[in-house]
């Protein structure tokens, strides 16, 4: 998951763990040689096209509007098409109150019109506060969650891991997250809530609770679930 700067200097360039607590608690839980966070990767402004949210202030937040507003009235002085117009005039409206295009409510067809052009704020802004930039490992775990972003965790053994995935990805595609032999010979998943983890204290005793289901391909990952994945080899 790319993460873009905009207009915050104080945070390094490049991968970040998201120390979500979580996987502290599953760490406690369940015996491994090692725990590895989820990751972000953080980007400069000149990035920020590519990547999956942006990062931002409330004193930079009018800056990072004025951007697309200047692209608008660009677009609005050359006489676009119909559709283009009013899909235009949707956005300026919202971009005016400090509304991204992302959360401009816009359809299916005025996405269509615009699709041609790359709007910074078509995607999710976090606006982060002077004491989450003081201490950012929260305000990691919050961008992550607020650009559509969930984590599924593996345990045991050689390591406990959160890998994160978009929200809404199947089980097949989660797979993938980790390796392509994984998803290619697929059988089955080894699903655990992660509150039923936490509340039978641990995998073992979840599993002799009865909480342990198997699930096909399909099935969309929830956050933080437990997961093992049966593939041929």
């Known amino acids: 998951m790319k993460l873009a700067l905009f207009g915050i200097p104080n945070i390094p360039l490049g991968k970040h763990n998201v120390k979500d607590p979580r996987l502290d608690q599953a760490n406690e839980l369940v015996e491994a040689d090692k725990k590895t966070y989820a990751q972000v990767d953080v980007v400069g402004e000149d ?11 409330r004193e930079s937040l009018p800056d990072l509007m004025l951007k697309d507003l200047e692209m608008v009235e660009t677009r609005l002085g050359r006489n676009p098409p ?3 117009q009013s899909a235009l005039l949707k956005i300026q409206t919202a ?3 400090e509304r991204g295009l992302f959360t401009a409510g816009l359809s299916a067809p005025d996405l269509q019109a615009i699709a041609a052009h790359s709007f910074l704020t078509n995607k999710p802004i976090i606006v982060a506060t ?3 930039l003081e201490a950012p490992d929260d305000l990691f775990v ?3 969650r607020e650009s559509g972003y969930i984590s599924f965790l593996t345990v045991g053994g050689k ?3 959160a890998w994160p995935i978009r929200k809404g990805a199947t089980a097949w595609e989660a797979a993938g997250s980790i390796h392509t032999d994984l998803q290619k010979g697929f059988i089955r998943a080894e699903i655990i809530g992660f509150d039923d983890v936490i509340q039978a204290g641990g ?9 342990q289901r198997l699930e096909t391909k399909t099935y969309v990952v929830q956050d933080y679930d437990l997961t093992h994945f049966r593939f041929n080899k």
């Open 95 to 97: 971009l005016e109150s």
């Open 47 to 57: 990035n920020a096209l590519e990547a999956d949210a942006i990062l931002t202030t």
């Open 142 to 144: 919050r961008a992550l």
């Open 159 to 161: 390591e406990n891991r």
């Open 130 to 132: 002077p004491e989450e």
């Open 203 to 211: 995998e073992t005793e979840a599993k002799r609770a009865g909480k």
């Open 82 to 84: 119909e559709a283009e």
